[in-house]
């Protein structure tokens, strides 16, 4: 728009008039309209009263951890819908045999080092050996010589922290060195790894966070962790006397690089260092409140079917007797007494069931449950599906019920569960069982006569490249086998997808086991003189167009 001139009467311009800026408090005082977003707005009846902390990481978690960890800890251990929840998770992403699939970069070696020696045939040797290896230290079932306390062998040992994990968001232990236990028919390594229980890291003697000490965790001025403060005892041990007011400094790493605490926390937030939010916070009050109602509803029903009926008497024998002379007192008591002796004296049956008869004057009412209420099982959908979310898993997997499910949409809800899954087992992986795997490498590097071409270098010095693997857990399973199995098969045939991830994340097995066993049962087919079954590798290829039906119901 042309800027205007205005003159008046002397001929003279006028001056301009410009509109005073508006304040930061007018801005305050107007209305919700003004506002630029309407998240900040004051004054809006729905937001009015909200006034949230605005902390950081460190500050508005520490302060808080212990309680939001104790309400999370009962909710798992008394609640059945929280207690199934975990066993779930723990059950998809862990299972009973969570372990590393070698994965050398020997490109990396080749590079650094210019040996061309460093292959993928190099690397496949080399996997085979370490893992070999890892198993006779990790699976050792008999003697459990990788746990220090004994009782645990690594698969277990994995588990526990997980659980740790969901609930506390703290996976926490400590890599120790025990020489003592090294001889024939004992331990092989020396490596053993100690479990804490995350409570135990804290700051000594319960001082406040500090510039460089959070909640149990010293870090350097960059934000790194340097060492870890564990108290020697759980505080409410009482039985372990000076202990529980004792706390060690567990440097992270040796001077040369070997960890010597294995900590993983999943944070959400930008400079974090401890955990403690696990997967309930979100959901707590919700969870908790579905175990009040539930218990409500148990509790009414159980009444219910205690009190079936009542009897109802013409005569209140107290009532009645103020009301007459004190010698129709006398009478009224006696009905009453000839009542009880009736009832207890009258136990006629018929087939095994008893008879009611009422005594003259009397009268039967039902009584009618109102338990459970009609839209109790509605109002439980929701809030398990709302658990369900806010944990990272699927309705029907929490609630265990899949009557209203069909192919389609319970293989959508684990394809997008098995997403939260498998980010949970390699975050888990890298973050806290893979320091403990490159600190037992360190040790089998110089023990095991393991495959290594000359002129290789020392372990510290390439130690990422030659401890890189991959953690393997359970598969993702099948809805429908036949359909998903012929589907993975024309993947495959396709070049869309390999054994290894088929085999990875349907089975939850290693490629390379499944083909030596399907090489060995083949054999022992031929050593038996039977006829060799199709799936050995006479089986023709599936026809173009796949004739795949999906049922609509499970």
Known sequence: MAHVTLYGPDNLPLPRRVAPARTRAAMLAGSRDNMPYDAASRFNEHTEAWYPWLLSA????????????????????????????????????IGASFRPISKPDYRALARYTGNSAFDAMWAEEY???????????????????????????????????????????????????????????????????????????????MRMD?????????????????????????MTDWFMGADTVTWERVPRETDWGRPMVAHYCEPDRASRHRGGDGIFTPVIQR????????????????????????AESPFDHELLGEAL??????????????????????????????????????????????????????????????????IGSGASMVSGDYSDVNFSSLRAEINEVWKTIH???????????????????????????????????????????????????????????VAEKQGAVLGMDAGLSTLEREASENAGEDWEDVLDQRAIEV???KRRGLNVPTWAGMQTALPAQSTIQKPEAV
């Open 423 to 481: 980010r949970r087992r390699h975050n888990f992986g890298a973050g806290f069982a893979s320091p403990i795997r490159s600190a037992w490498l360190e040790e089998a590097m110089e023990v095991d006569d393991l495959p290594l071409p000359n002129g290789a270098p020392e372990y510290f010095e390439c130690r990422a490249a030659y401890s890189r693997c991959k953690w393997m857990g359970p598969g993702k399973g099948w809805v429908d086998p």
């Open 210 to 234: 500090l510039r460089n000490l959070r909640g149990g965790v010293e870090i350097d001025d960059d934000g790194a962790p340097v060492a870890y403060h564990i108290r020697r005892a759980h």
């Open 58 to 93: 460190d500050t508005e978690l520490n302060t808080n951890r212990d309680l939001m960890v104790a309400r999370a800890r009962d909710l798992a251990r008394n609640d059945g819908w929280a207690a199934g929840a975990v066993t779930r998770l723990l059950d998809s992403a």
């Open 287 to 310: 969870a908790k409140m579905l175990f009040k109602y539930d218990t409500a509803e148990l509790d009414g029903a159980i009444l219910n079917a205690i009190f079936a009926a009542i």
């Open 325 to 390: 002379g004190e010698g129709d007192v006398g009478r009224v008591s006696a009905y009453q007494e000839e009542r009880a002796a009736f009832h207890e004296e009258r136990r006629m049956m018929i087939g095994g069931s008893k008879v009611l008869t009422a005594y003259p004057g009397e009268k039967f009412s039902a009584i009618k449950s109102e338990r459970p209420n009609a839209n109790f099982p509605f109002f439980e959908k929701a809030v398990l599906r709302n658990m369900a979310m806010g």
């Open 523 to 525: 054999a022992g087919f």
């Open 127 to 205: 996997g085979r050996a370490v893992d070999a290896a890892w198993r006779d230290w990790a699976n050792d079932e008999t003697g459990k010589y990788c746990d220090i306390e004994r009782t645990k062998w690594m698969g277990l040992l994995f588990g526990v922290a997980f659980r740790h994990l969901l609930i506390d968001n703290d996976a926490l232990a400590t890599v120790e060195w025990r020489p003592d236990r090294v001889a024939p028919g004992r331990a092989r390594y020396a490596t053993c790894v100690r479990l804490v229980d995350p409570d135990r890291l804290s700051n000594p003697q």
